[in-house]
């Protein structure tokens, strides 16, 4: 069984299959990854693209190529010494006719065998003990008038069709004699009398579409009517969920799961456990130890949030270094210059925090709606006597709610028994009663207090499992298209009111994740980050220079508005687009043909996600639309080539700057402890938008060929644009780690002292063997281009080393340090430097 060392993950669906990724495993295995990581790989709604809707955790995906094709895929990567990792999705399922469980509690409702695993509430008000389903194109009295409700008669058995949606019909509706069933069927079809008569005896309640977010009542993931969550607490749903995932471990395929959305589940902490368990059970019962099965979570950490001490699991999956990493490239320095900045732009003064707030609070009025209610009756039965004495009414109640809800700073409480979770409860309680009045402060304190009592676990559970979904859509899928200050720090996981981080944090950021979860993900590239990490490394440089963006972006729209073609967008969306487009502009300075469309894909989904001027609901396709045409006159027409020609020549100031930048956090995701999951297509430089756009189809045979380039790492910074610098450093470090795999797992981190705040050098060091570790933070001018080649020929700055005899892991100079080391030496004017110790050999012939 190989160590997990290093991860590659891949998107599977239809057109990247298991036989293309099984195509790819003597790619990953030169490469130098331990394990391919692998997307859902459970049966989806067809068609799906990413799996997460899934139909049928109990088998495989048959679009992937089924059991035979994934059975292909393991036995190929074990051939080339590859594990695999799997991606599951225990929180929920897609609500549709095509999930066997969902379609069976419509077709018996309450009686259902499945009534319980879903998360639903029979009860809630308005929906006449059944389930609410929303997914009319029109409210139902006009879609029975307009005849797009019909009954159906499919292989004997009638179902009740609206366009493409099929479902299922109770069986006390219809009459079950075949013979009878066709004069029904027309019966039913001609008159709107008898089609809503056989409406009202369904176990669900047809409804238009836009009633979701009020009447909804079951879970859903978010606030997708289409994904119904689970209730993965239970025993049998439990065994049902994980049969598949326990099996493929059991009988050797797989060597580790990625939960997904653990903060989803109703107690994560005992859900690990479980899991734990029976992944220890089934290694074991295949005749492998238990510990090598791995376990991350996805999870977002706020900052200073760490992940609970009693789960049994190996960290999460790595938001929290990506934004870290991230933050290390900006200037600290450059906060208030680039507030003023957003501030004057946008006449916006808030915080982002605030933004997140009223964000918030339009939600829980807007598409959460309904899961407040139910947490509201949750809170009700909670509190008991004071409630039922009417000392405190239903709106004190929601009004008490909404402000604890609306300044939680995490995403969600878990058992509230400890020091930490109670003084982020204090916290949130002391913001929640500002601007109540005495009515309000007494029903914080009573909901507070309740959420802290031995006996409130399901009102515990309940508030998380909302103040979570809150924290995401306010957040990242709101506030992230909003507050738009530096659109470099608006990523998954990350704190846009943060914007830099100094190298003594990092590295201290760094020791914590080594103590506590040495196997823990270090990502860079997600399949839901908002952009990629290089295009992040670029706009990075802004904070480094913000008075040169402010008169490059002056003299844009100074030219824009001489063309007499100024950009259709209120202040604050044109500044996102113009950091937008300097960030995904390709290296080589020339778009694409497509790159105008994919920066209107990217804008059309801002707008709407942003909720201010345009939104999924009810998007403004007129401004869209005038948008769309300003983006391709920018890439194509006359009048705005000044204006085009200005942006590029901005962008080639910054390209080879974001290019070292690039290679110093890929550096560091690489060298400091952690296990680095490489997303795919980031071998080269990955300067991509928001999904759709960071699931591309990626050309791997480009990608092998570069890793066949033989030319010296010199040169390679001279000649950077198609990526060949980043394919070499990867590749070589993670042959390190994997000539070496102890020194990076077990190896000790120590931080050394240097003279300037634009580099960090770091040693690891176990039984005898030293990595030392050396990178620089960029700016324009310390790497002015057009080349990656720093120019070290200023000031003698010189870094503390180790005493050792060392090897250049790039250029493959032998140095004898005596503790310290000037940069030209220590550098040789590359952006990174990596020295192995020459006195030992690999760790395993240690």
Request: aromatic content about 8%.
């Amino acid at each position: 069984m190989t160590a997990l060392r290093a991860t590659a993950r891949l998107q599977l669906h239809a057109g990247f299959d298991f036989e293309a990724a099984a195509e790819q495993a003597d790619y990953f295995a030169t490469l130098g990854v331990s394990h391919l990581y692998l997307s859902p790989i459970a049966a989806a709604m067809p068609g799906s693209t990413h799996g997460y809707d899934g139909i049928d955790p109990t088998r495989i995906n048959p679009e992937l190529g089924g059991e035979d094709g994934f059975l292909r895929l393991a036995r190929r990567a074990r051939e080339r010494g590859l594990g695999l990792l799997l991606d599951i999705v225990p929180n929920h399922l897609a609500a549709a006719p095509q999930n066997a469980w969902w379609s069976d509690v419509l077709m018996h409702g309450r009686r259902s065998r499945h009534a319980q695993w879903f998360d639903l509430d029979w009860d809630a008000a308005g929906a006449g003990q059944r389930l609410w389903l929303p997914v009319l194109d029109r409210p139902m009295q006009e879609a029975v008038q307009a005849g797009v409700l019909r009954v159906e008669d499919i292989k004997d058995q009638p179902f009740l069709a609206h366009h493409d949606l099929r479902l299922p019909l109770s069986p006390r509706s219809y009459p079950l004699q075949p013979g009878a069933r066709q004069g029904w069927v027309e019966r039913c079809n001609r008159s709107a009398e008898r089609m809503l008569m056989l409406l009202q005896r369904q176990h669900y309640h047809l409804a238009w579409w836009r009633t979701a977010g009020d009447q909804v009542n079951y879970r859903r993931f978010f606030d997708i009517t289409s994904l119904a969550a689970l209730r993965v607490e239970r025993e049998d749903v439990f065994h049902a969920v994980h049969a598949l995932p326990l099996r493929l471990v059991r009988e050797g395929w797989v060597d580790g799961l990625r939960i997904d959305h653990i903060d989803g589940l109703a107690d994560p902490g005992s859900y690990l456990q479980r899991l734990r368990a029976q992944l220890d059970s089934a290694a074991e019962a295949g005749g492998r130890r238990g510990p090598h099965i791995t376990l991350h979570v996805e999870k977002i950490l706020a900052e200073g949030e760490a992940l609970p001490a009693g789960w049994a699991c190996d960290g999460t999956t790595g938001y929290d270094f990506m934004d870290q990493a991230g933050a290390w490239l900006h200037e600290q320095g450059s906060a208030q210059l680039l507030s003023e900045q957003w501030h004057a732009r946008s006449g916006d003064t808030r915080s982002v925090e605030e933004v997140q707030q009223a964000a918030r609070d339009a939600l829980l009025d807007g598409s959460l709606h309904a899961d407040l209610q139910r947490l509201q009756v949750c809170v009700r039965q909670a509190i008991g006597e004071a409630a039922g004495r009417g000392d405190l009414s239903d709106a004190m109640l929601r009004r008490a709610l909404c402000a604890l809800l609306r300044h939680y700073p995490v995403y969600r409480p878990y058992t509230l028994q400890t020091q930490t979770e109670r003084d982020v409860l204090a916290k949130a309680e002391a913001a929640a009663v500002q601007g109540l009045d005495a009515a309000g402060r007494a029903a914080v304190s009573l909901l507070v207090n309740a959420l802290q009592a031995p006996e409130g676990h399901e009102l515990r559970v309940r508030f998380g499992q909302l103040s979570a979904p809150l924290n995401a859509k306010a957040v990242e899928d709101t506030a992230f298209y909003r507050y738009y200050r530096a659109l470099s720090r608006n990523e998954v996981g990350s704190d846009p009111q943060r914007i830099g981080l100094d190298s003594e944090a990092l590295v201290e950021l760094a020791h914590a994740r080594a103590r506590r979860h040495p196997k823990a993900m270090l990502a860079l590239a997600t399949h839901d980050h908002k952009r990629g990490p290089d295009a992040r490394a670029r706009l990075a440089l802004i904070s480094r220079d913000v008075a040169a963006w402010q008169s490059a972006l002056a003299d844009w729209e100074r030219q824009c508005a001489a063309a007499a073609m100024p950009m259709p967008l209120p202040a604050a969306e044109g500044y996102a687009l113009w950091q937008a487009l300097v960030g995904a502009w390709p290296m080589q300075g020339t778009p694409d043909e497509d790159f105008a469309e994919r920066m209107d894909q990217w804008l059309r989904k801002a707008l709407r996600e942003g909720k201010r001027i345009s939104n999924w609901l009810d998007p403004d396709t007129d401004l869209e639309d005038a948008a769309q045409r300003w983006l391709q006159a920018l890439m194509q027409s006359s009048e705005l080539k000044g204006v085009r020609d200005a942006l590029a020549s901005f962008v080639q100031s910054l390209a080879a700057a974001g290019a070292s930048n690039g290679l110093a956090q890929l550096c560091l995701q690489l060298c400091l402890p952690g296990v680095p999951d490489i997303y795919q297509g980031t071998e080269f430089w990955d300067l991509s938008l928001v999904d759709p756009d960071n699931r591309r189809a990626v050309d791997f045979a480009q990608r092998a060929q570069s890793m066949a380039d033989d030319r010296p790492w010199s040169e390679l910074l001279q000649d950077w644009h198609d990526g060949a610098p980043k394919m070499r450093l990867l590749s070589l470090l993670l042959r390190l780690r994997q000539q070496h795999p102890a020194l990076f797992l077990h190896g000790t981190l120590r931080g050394l002292t240097n003279p300037a705040s634009d580099r960090l050098v770091f040693v690891r060091e176990h039984a005898g063997q030293v990595l030392l570790v050396a990178v620089r933070r960029a700016s324009a001018t310390r790497c002015p281009g057009p080349s990656v080649v720093w120019q070290d020929d200023g000031a003698p700055a010189a870094s503390v080393v180790p005493r050792r005899t060392m090897r250049n892991v790039l250029d493959g100079r032998t140095e004898v340090f005596n503790g310290s080391a000037p940069d030209a030496l220590l550098f040789a004017g590359s952006p990174v430097a990596v020295w192995i110790s020459q006195e030992s050999g690999a760790d395993g012939q240690q």
